[in-house]
T-cell receptor, first 109, second 117 residues
Framework: RKEVEQDPGPFNVPEGATVAFNCTYS??????FFWYRQDCRKEPKLLMS?????NEDGRFTAQLNRASQYISLLIRDSKLSDSATYLC??????????WGAGTKLIIKP | GAVVSQHPSRVICKSGTSVKIECRSL??????MFWYRQFPKQSLMLMAT?????????EQGVEKDKFLINHASLTLSTLTVTSAHPEDSSFYIC?????????????FGPGTRLLVL
């Protein structure tokens, strides 16, 4: 079993719709969690951290469920510019980052 | 935000040659830099952790004699792919942690695309 698993997609979503995807992690000792966005042939960029109580940044909402060991990302009112690969990242106690393979999102006009 | 640069952005070389990739933190100091490799449609895989002034720590399965890492200053780490072969073709990305900032945040360089013919 992979340490961090994501549905690779692609998720094809019409512009304006709401889309959500999850990421599961296997190590219960994981300390912190992040969502990164990676555009084609570019480096990953931090989208948002994920806090235990859940957090929101504009149209983006992240949730953490420690009991079930998954995190989620919800995007509301999706824009064409949201098309990208979304990477789930888990930070271990020694600051080592474990990366998911990413979920590809395609927003269609 | 913090800026990390990489050079070159892309390189094409013949099999058997060595390629050096530079990673620089432009506006902060980084005692630790990380080197990742990403094959198409796969996740980033950590290759090694580069520590300023000491030897790099390599992940399992990464040959330290093939991927030479030097972290001579608080703003520069280099990765040299020695005797590169076509299977080394990949996207190499470095990242750096700001020693003065949030230790959980890594700032990524723009990546170097290596193609070995």
């Amino acid at each position: 079993r992979k340490e961090v698993e994501q549905d690779p997609g692609p998720f094809n979503v019409p512009e304006g719709a709401t889309v959500a995807f999850n990421c599961t992690y296997s190590n219960s000792a994981s300390q912190s969690f992040f969502w990164y966005r990676q555009d084609c042939r570019k480096e990953p960029k931090l989208l948002m951290s994920v806090y235990s109580s859940g957090n929101e940044d504009g149209r983006f909402t992240a949730q953490l469920n420690r009991a079930s060991q998954y995190i989620s990302l919800l995007i509301r009112d999706s824009k064409l510019s949201d098309s990208a690969t979304y990477l789930c990242v888990v930070n271990m106690a020694n600051y080592q980052l474990i990366w998911g393979a990413g979920t590809k999102l395609i927003i269609k006009p | 935000g913090a800026v990390v640069s990489q050079h070159p952005s892309r390189v094409i070389c013949k099999s058997g040659t060595s390629v050096k990739i530079e990673c620089r933190s432009l506006d902060f100091q980084a005692t630790t830099m990380f080197w990742y490799r990403q094959f198409p449609k796969q996740s980033l895989m950590l290759m090694a952790t580069s520590n300023e002034g000491s030897k790099a720590t390599y992940e399992q399965g990464v040959e330290k004699d093939k991927f030479l890492i030097n972290h001579a200053s608080l703003t520069l780490s280099t990765l040299t792919v020695t005797s590169a072969h076509p299977e080394d073709s990949s996207f190499y990305i470095c990242s750096a942690r700001d020693i003065a900032g949030n230790q959980e945040t890594q700032y990524f360089g723009p990546g170097t695309r290596l193609l070995v013919l």
